[in-house]
Nanobody, 125 residues
Framework: VQLQASGGGLVQAGGSLRLSCAAS????????MGWFRQAPGKEREFVAV???????TLRDSVKDRFAISRDSGRNTVYLQMNSLKPEDTAVYFC????????????????????WGQGTLVTVSS
């Protein structure tokens, strides 16, 4: 399984970006997909996840500004980020659950066995 994240960049506060994560492998729709981020000097943290059934969970600080979606036909998961703030600056990683059709959604990085390379999002004030 390979995950290829893209879409990061430099944006002014209040702007928008759309991150994409293309996944190789089979049965994409059977796995929870997530977006995590890691700011300099901080631990990696959950941003948004979408279950294999389509249920979405977002971090409180982004739930009114970000949206996660998936396109099973394209084996791709997206993170639409609106009203970006300087504190959103981080490297964003997409990840895939290790377990097919897991009945619960894991919000910690250790629940994900496959990771993309990360894409940098920088929000200037």
């Amino acid at each position: 399984v390979q995950l290829q994240a893209s879409g990061g960049g430099l944006v002014q506060a209040g702007g928008s970006l759309r991150l994409s994560c293309a996944a190789s492998g089979r049965a994409f729709s059977s796995y929870v997909m997530g977006w995590f981020r890691q700011a300099p000097g901080k631990e990696r943290e959950f941003v948004a996840v979408i279950s294999w059934s389509g249920a979405r969970t977002l971090r409180d600080s982004v739930k009114d500004r970000f949206a996660i979606s998936r396109d099973s036909g394209r084996n791709t998961v997206y993170l639409q980020m609106n009203s970006l703030k300087p504190e959103d600056t981080a490297v964003y990683f997409c990840a895939r659950d290790s377990t097919s059709r897991r009945p619960i959604v894991v919000l910690t990085p250790d629940g994900y066995g496959y990771w993309g390379q990360g894409t940098l999002v920088t929000v200037s004030s």
